[in-house]
């Protein structure tokens, strides 16, 4: 059976290229060197493998593993109606939920807000439409706002920042206690290949999940 993956976020999060790199195998500084037009309404894609590790430039293809899915990748720009009035054409029949946004907007409280709304939306869309679907937090382009680490630059601890907030907001905001699941990720260098693996862990793990 096919299963189906959701990728949904605010606009400029970084969607497309995530989607590219891990399920199209197109390498991290292709990527990075130009710049993706923004997607329009819907996208849908079928895959019928993964790699087992990072496609790099000029370096022999990686091992692919058969696993069978659906994608959908959403415009940002249109975030409002995927969780109002097409939820259904995004969310039905969804077995695993990516909101991906941007890391560098998480110190900006008023983006904060904004983004805190819409997993939200996307929490309640779950729950009503799908509530055995599996939803990942992925705060993307890390490497713009590395001192959510603090000092160290600890990844570790940025996530565990972005956890509390989001679970407080969840808390105080609509009196829910939730633990979220969210990971950082990003395409730089130097996080590329814990977020492919992150990424991988991810699918592998939420696929024994749905067949078990």
């Known amino acids: 059976m096919v299963k189906k993956v959701c990728f949904i976020g605010p606009p400029a999060a970084g969607k497309t290229t995530l989607r590219r790199f891990f399920f199209e195998g197109i390498p991290a500084d292709m990527l990075m060197k130009r710049q993706e037009p923004p997607s329009i309404g819907l996208k849908h894609d079928v895959y019928d493998y993964i790699f087992m590790y990072p496609v790099e430039a000029k370096k022999p293809a990686p091992e692919k593993v058969p696993f069978k899915l659906a994608l959908v990748d959403t415009s940002g720009q249109e975030i ?8 259904k054409d995004v969310f039905g029949g969804a077995d695993i939920i990516f909101f991906i946004f941007d ?5 900006d409280p008023a983006k904060q807000q904004y983004i805190c709304d819409y997993i939200w939306f996307v929490l309640k869309t779950r729950n009503e439409l799908v509530p055995s679907a599996l ?4 705060a993307h382009k890390y490497d713009k706002v590395e001192k959510l680490a603090g000092k160290k630059g600890d990844v570790a601890a940025a996530r565990r920042r972005i956890a509390e907030d989001i679970k407080e907001y969840l808390f105080k905001k609509k009196e829910l206690v939730l633990d979220p699941s969210v990971e950082i990720t990003s395409l730089h260098k130097k996080y590329r290949h814990h977020t492919f693996s ?12 749905i067949l078990t």
Do not use: F, G, P
């Open 80 to 87: 409002e109606k995927w969780v109002t009035t097409q939820r």
């Open 103 to 107: 890391a560098s907007d998480w110190v």
């Open 135 to 138: 939803l990942y937090i992925l």
């Open 198 to 209: 992150k990424l991988l862990d991810l699918m592998t793990d939420s696929m024994h999940e």
